[in-house]
Structure formats: C-alpha cells, structure tokens
Nanobody
C-alpha cells in the first residue's frame, strides 16, 4: 500500500512537499512516479525516480520547479514543489513500478497506487 501526504491549500508562488510512504513492501525495488489529475481530464505524469535514485524525469510543465527524491532507508519518496501555480491544482498520486528505471513511466501499468492527496493553488 502507498500513502501520500502533504497536500493542502496554498497561494501561487508557495511551496509544498508531498511524501509517498509504503507499507507492506519496500520501495527500493521500485521506480516511483508522481501523477496528478484534475476532474474531467486524464492523469498526467509529473515525475519519476528510479529505484536507486540515480535517474529522474520531469514533465516539462514542472521542470525547474519540482524535485523528486527518495530515501530508501525511510521507505519514502518526496516531491518538493516550489513556485506553485494555479494550474498545478490537482489530486496528486504516487505509484510504484517494478520496472526500476522509469522506462515508459508515464504509460506503464503500475504495481501499486496511492489514494491521492489534494493540492490546491490559489491565484
């Protein structure tokens, strides 16, 4: 099971840190992706980090503002979100993929999904 935390309501330009924690399994065998979804739209891939943490990917819309990092000792993966914009408003999900290298990370079926955490950015 994956559990996200850290969402909330902030103003444009503020920062938030989302955290993805695993229970019942260890994250170090999985690449972890962050996705987001707004009502009426498809799920968007935001970022991915390989199982070792050595490879990261970002959507163009968040590049330079978001940073993904993992702490395998703590069994968590964080998404630091800076300079937030109203268009970042969405439910954010983390997902675990047994392909450890983020190959086709936006499209591959995932082994585990979290329940999501709401991020709302006001203008």
């Amino acid at each position: 099971q994956l559990v996200e935390s850290g969402g909330g309501l902030v103003q444009a330009g503020d920062s938030l840190r989302l955290s993805c924690a695993a229970s019942g399994f260890t994250l170090d065998r999985y690449a972890i992706g962050w996705f987001r979804q707004v009502p009426g739209k498809g799920r968007e891939g935001v970022s991915c980090i390989s199982s070792s943490g050595g490879v990261t990917y970002y959507a163009d819309s968040v590049k330079g503002r978001f940073t993904i990092a993992r702490d395998n000792a703590k069994n968590t993966v964080d998404l630091q979100m800076n300079s937030l914009k109203p268009e970042d408003t969405a439910v954010y999900y983390c997902a675990a993929d047994s392909n450890r290298l983020c190959v086709a990370w936006k499209y591959r079926a995932k082994d585990y999904w979290g329940q999501g955490t709401q991020v709302t950015v006001s203008s």
